[in-house]
């Protein structure tokens, strides 16, 4: 009697797991639904809200995922997925999560026909090998030294984003910040460090085209005492500071007795004498520019400005890193530890300009910076915003290149190549995992699809012309235009993509898919609070009393 009751409690067990891998599905779907119209040149552009109630209008993946709030674990970490890509290779957020949406969405009909999840995401994971050995395959090495290879590339990755309009432009700053700041780490390998070492600054005003890469660093400055000190000097040497330029409080409440009224004179004799001795030991290695990230007092500023040095005060961290590294100086904690190698000679020219109603310091002209600032203007915040989501990209494409110097095509080529072999391959799979091996191979068609409806063009014309080329694993190059929908050779169109990119938007969008399969439940730690000492609140029910009690309104 006992066996069928365990039979029947299993069968419970699995449907309430079959209903989380819906919903989670369900979510993950909607998640991709909501940015597929971003992907590719001809994409639509998403006006958002935020959270300050203030604007944004974009076309990037990440930044409208960023700006969502849902309830939804599975759809969170759906966005996160747009994140993590982000923040790895810089590119490609879109395309990862149509193609995890799209994994999943394949999924569901093994999940209803009671497949395990395991024996799925074993045929997902096989699936993803296979796809990053033909993107081996078909990947072209270039010469990350050619500026025109290296246009082309960036123009073509940021070939779908909003600023694509502007031409060679931004795609030109993108390659001249990262060239700045790309330093050898030995063996062969370059490292480009975007994070720390370039500052975007968007000044609104002018025109975008006035916009450009210095040769050096500016930040949003004046000088100490605008009427003492120079605002302009030509071959400046720099002292870097971490220390404040002013007497030190005490760190603890000090009291001190005085008895006599020298005795109070002798103090404030004591804090100058202090003052003037740090001043003293920076005056010695003869500076042009002081900059501190500390405070300086204005005794400390009568001494420099006597010498002609001009100082700057309470200039941020990151800031001052960007300065040492463009005028090779070292940034230094105690003034009496000063050195001659610490001193920074490499700047050209050190100039306080005045953009709008905002004072610029500039340290530029620089022999070696290995740091940089890119000047954006542009007629509005907004407009300045999109376009520096799109420098980013760009940087990060460029920084790709740099770092691992291979292209495989866009257009979608590449995921129909990835389709047709692994189709190929399904036929030789035995057992169970053949069946979600294969369908994993036609979740990759998404990308491609996405763009011929994102085109304006007949999908399943388009779709089923694209496979018959891409049919034998032949023709790799054989895409999507995404401009005008044509099918197109990519080489011929310079339509590419980073092998980072696209390597690291397959593992991300498969991993995540397999990680959303393997979840067959959702448990709220989540209590409702309830006022304490309250039992259950029972609900309420309105009786006769208390509607004679509500005042009726007169027609």
């Known amino acids: 009697m006992h066996a069928p009751v365990l ?59 960023r700006e969502l709030d849902i309830a939804h674990p599975a759809a969170k970490s759906m966005i996160e997925l747009s994140r993590t890509q982000d923040e790895e290779v810089g590119d490609g957020t879109t395309s990862v999560i149509i193609l995890a949406g799209e994994m999943l969405h394949v999924a569901e009909a093994f999940i209803e026909k009671s497949y395990h999840p395991t024996v799925i995401c074993r045929a997902y994971n096989k699936a993803l090998e296979d796809a990053i050995a033909v993107l081996d395959k078909i990947a072209m090495a270039i010469d990350p030294q050619d500026r025109a290879t290296m246009l082309g590339l960036v123009k073509s990755c940021i070939g779908t984003k909003f600023t694509s309009q502007f031409g060679d432009l931004i795609a030109d700053l993108a390659i001249d910040a990262t060239t700045t700041v790309g330093a050898d780490i030995g063996q062969g390998l370059r490292d480009v460090d975007i994070k720390n070492y370039i500052k975007v600054e968007k000044v609104p005003g ?121 005028c090779g100086a070292v940034i230094v904690n105690r003034p009496d530890e000063l050195q001659e190698s610490d001193v920074g000679t490499g700047a050209g020219l050190f100039e306080v300009k005045k953009i709008g109603d905002e004072f610029f310091a500039f340290i530029v002209d620089c022999k070696d910076p290995k740091a940089c600032t890119v000047l954006l203007r542009g007629a ?29 095509p866009g257009g979608g080529a590449t995921e129909l190549t990835v ?65 005008t929908g044509s099918i197109t050779d990519m080489k011929e169109g ?42 259950p609140s029972k609900p309420k029910v309105e009786t006769e009393a208390d509607a004679d009690g509500e005042q009726i309104l007169p027609d």
């Open 206 to 326: 002018g025109q975008l085209e006035d916009s450009r890469v210095l040769k050096g660093v500016m930040f949003n400055k004046d000088v100490v005492a605008p009427g003492k000190m120079r605002r302009k000097i030509v071959n400046p040497r720099i002292i870097l500071l971490d220390s404040p330029l002013e007497y030190k409080k005490g760190e603890n409440q000090t009291n001190a007795e005085l008895l006599k009224e020298e005795d109070w004179n002798l103090l404030l004799r004591m804090e100058e004498e202090y003052i003037e001795e740090i001043c003293m030991q920076i005056l010695k290695f003869k500076p042009d520019l002081v900059i501190t990230e500390k405070g300086l007092s204005d005794l400390a500023c009568h001494y420099l400005s006597k010498h002609g040095v001009t100082a700057i005060r309470r200039l941020r961290k990151t800031d001052n890193n960007r300065i040492a590294r463009a």
């Open 419 to 483: 389709s047709a072999t692994l189709k190929q391959k399904s036929s030789s799979i035995e057992g169970i995992e053949k069946w979600p091996y294969e369908a994993a191979a036609i979740a990759f068609e998404a990308i491609p699809r996405t763009l011929a409806q994102n085109c304006g063009v007949n999908v399943i014309r388009t779709m089923t012309a694209l496979q018959g080329k891409h049919a034998n694993g032949e023709n790799a190059w054989i895409g999507i235009d995404g401009n």
């Open 380 to 408: 509005s915040k907004d407009l300045l915003n999109e376009v520096e989501r799109n420098l980013q990209d760009a940087m990060s494409v460029a920084r790709n290149i740099i770092k691992n110097p291979k292209l495989v």
């Open 494 to 535: 310079q339509i590419w993509d980073a092998y980072n990119v696209k390597a690291q938007t397959f593992k991300t969008a498969i991993e995540a898919a397999c990680m959303l399969l393997r979840i067959d439940d959702i448990v709220s730690g989540i209590k409702k609070k309830q006022t304490p000492g309250a039992g």
């Open 7 to 65: 039979v029947l409690k299993d069968s419970l067990k699995r449907e309430s797991g079959t209903k989380v891998h819906h919903a989670n599905i369900q979510a993950s779907k909607a998640v991709a639904d909501i940015i597929r119209t971003t992907l590719g040149p001809r994409s639509m552009l998403k006006m958002l809200l935020d959270a300050s109630g203030g604007i944004v209008v974009t076309n990037d993946g990440n930044a409208i995922l």
